[in-house]
């Protein structure tokens, strides 16, 4: 479909803080065709994913949201947390007369949300703006990441509120909608890296790990369901069997999960020089590449794995937890490992396999490098999207220019 201007998109999330839906969407928002869609994003904070944006030419803007209604917790989000606080379901719906003014001044076409707490204020802001809403749904909405009553909540309002949902795995729209229902609304584009990540060339066959010791990685938001407990219980076995390695944590608590990266420090303690902790990461792939295998250890089930996808596309031979999202990109034994979540024998067998036999390792390494590049990358992702967009936008349009016609 040919359009005589572009879709104009208002892009709505909560934190502007450099974390992992955050970054899926700026990647997605630079690899737009920008003659069927032009992006607006509207973030409720400044921080580094609105810097980022402006740098790559993405208008942005920022209209505050108050820290305390940013910060609510997960378990608040739903019809019985939100609506059920006076006080907090009035200044969410302010919040949303904000953004619905915001998107009549810029003739928004859609409100495209990239966050639960987005999704709460950018479905009151399209019901009031009369715009089109697209729930961005990056979280598996499970009782394994929510208290229950919310995941009963999101799961009934994301059947009536948005216009569409997009989730970034088949496993997110799975436990999104575990009955079928609303699925026919609901369309799967997995998360993608853009052109600038996939410059790196394609990954040597080699007999020999290129440190030695071997450097084995873990990256991430440290909180407890990312499992790097387990990464540390599997490298204190290892080392208790004799197998000499480096292991690498890189990442930081950015929502309050401190008290777990404490503790984590307190684990490594026994494994002296070993363990290096790096903190917060902007250049993941530069620091990818100082590492001879990574190490995916989730414990509840991944709604995508975007590190997963980044070390394969640095050509790194790549162990998973065997659960949600990930099970979509890695094919076991073929372009990756995929083990049981939680189990730290399996995790530990697995490095040991690799860790003796690198000349596999690297053959399976070459087959990830592969997958990404045809699979997950972010033009074929915001392809998808795009294409969502003018199919519900077809109509509006049309009934748009006959509202024209008539006034005329």
Known sequence: MSLSSPLRVVFLDHTAKWSGGEIALLRTLEAFDRTRVEPILVLAEEGPLAERARAVNIETHVLPLAEKLREVRKDSLGASGITGKLGTAVAFAGYANRIARFARQHKADFLHCNSLKADIYGALAGKISRTPVIWHVRDHIDPSYLPVAAVRAFRSLALRLPTAVITNSQSSRNALFPNGSGRMRCIVAHDGLSERELQSPPPPVFDRWKHTPVRIGIVGRFVEWKGQHIFLEAASRLTAAGVEAKYVLVGAPLFGEEEYATNLKKQAQSLGNRVQFTGFQQDVPAILRTLDILVHASITPEPFGQVVIEGMAEGLPVIASDGGGVREIIKNGVNG??????????????????????????EISHQGFLSVREHFTARRNSNIIENLYLDIGKPSRRRGRKDEVARG
């Not at 995929?338 to 596999?360: E, H, Q, Y």
């Open 337 to 362: 490992i995929l083990t049981p979540m939680g189990d730290v024998s399996s995790l530990t067998n697995a490095l040991i396999t690799w860790i003796n036999d690198p000349l596999r390792a690297s």
